[in-house]
């Protein structure tokens, strides 16, 4: 999904790479010493990527992997960093261009919530999540999860910055982007991908 964004902003921007935001749950297996069994919810991270992929589909999937795997512990410490590190360390990373665009996967929700499961996800849309006058997280955010066999995406972003068309054009992109990945990667032989089929919903 990674390749598939930075492969379609840095066509839009015309820049060889893609600065994103990405936003982790924090319950990452990363620490021994860490148990949140008796814990509910999730430890927020965010963390900044430049993400190359450029090239044939299957070298920009392998230079995503090895861009996404070279963050040291999967971001979990840059906000520490960021605003409780060392003076030097906190200069540093806010003079570092921000990344205008979130990215974030919720995950499997298919796994967490089968047939014995108390609570299931509601049907009914919920309403608006915050107020409409209130600050946007990002410029653009792009939320997804996977649910009953489906892969779903959400855009948001501000009227008055973009206009619609502008981010219909790109998520039509990367619908297609990522449509091409997804055939590609079943395409492949068996040993040097595992492919997963989704039911893509617009």
Same mark, same amino acid.
Request: hydrophobic content about 40%.
């Given at each position: 999904?990674? +390749?598939?964004?930075?492969?379609?902003? +840095?066509? &839009?921007?015309?820049?060889?790479?893609?600065?994103?935001?990405? *936003?982790?749950?924090?319950?990452?297996?990363?620490?021994?010493?860490?148990? @949140?069994?008796? %814990?509910?919810?999730?430890?927020?991270?965010?963390?900044?990527?430049?993400?190359?992929?450029?090239?044939?589909?299957?070298?920009?999937?392998? %230079?995503?992997? *090895?861009?996404?795997?070279?963050?040291?512990?999967?971001?979990?410490?840059?906000?520490?960093?960021?605003?409780?590190?060392?003076?030097?360390?906190?200069? +540093?990373?806010?003079?570092?261009?921000?990344?205008?665009?979130? =990215?974030?996967?919720?995950?499997? =929700?298919?796994?967490?919530?089968?047939? %014995?499961? @108390?609570?299931?996800?509601?049907?009914?849309?919920?309403?608006?999540?915050?107020?409409?006058?209130?600050?946007?997280?990002? &410029?653009?955010?792009?939320?997804?999860?996977?649910?009953?066999?489906?892969?779903?995406?959400?855009?948001?972003?501000?009227?008055?910055?973009?206009?619609?068309?502008?981010?219909?054009?790109?998520?039509?992109?990367?619908?297609?982007?990522? +449509?091409?990945?997804?055939?590609?990667?079943?395409?492949?032989?068996?040993?040097?991908?595992?492919?997963?089929?989704?039911? &893509?919903?617009?």
């Amino acid at each position: 999904m990674l +390749t598939a964004l930075a492969r379609v902003i +840095t066509r &839009w921007s015309g820049q060889p790479a893609a600065l994103i935001q990405l *936003e982790g749950h924090g319950r990452e297996d990363l620490f021994d010493s860490v148990d @949140l069994s008796r %814990s509910v919810g999730w430890f927020t991270s965010l963390f900044p990527v430049r993400l190359e992929a450029a090239g044939e589909l299957s070298s920009a999937i392998k %230079s995503v992997k *090895e861009q996404l795997r070279a963050v040291p512990g999967k971001g979990i410490g840059y906000g520490l960093l960021r605003y409780l590190g060392t003076p030097e360390a906190r200069a +540093t990373l806010s003079n570092l261009a921000a990344p205008r665009i979130t =990215f974030n996967y919720l995950g499997q =929700f298919d796994r967490q919530f089968n047939e %014995s499961a @108390l609570f299931v996800p509601a049907t009914q849309g919920s309403g608006q999540a915050q107020d409409p006058d209130a600050p946007l997280a990002n &410029w653009l955010t792009v939320e997804g999860q996977v649910y009953g066999g489906e892969l779903a995406l959400q855009w948001g972003f501000s009227g008055e910055m973009f206009e619609v068309a502008t981010v219909q054009r790109l998520a039509d992109d990367y619908a297609a982007e990522l +449509t091409a990945l997804i055939a590609h990667c079943c395409a492949t032989p068996a040993g040097r991908s595992r492919p997963r089929t989704f039911r &893509w919903r617009a």
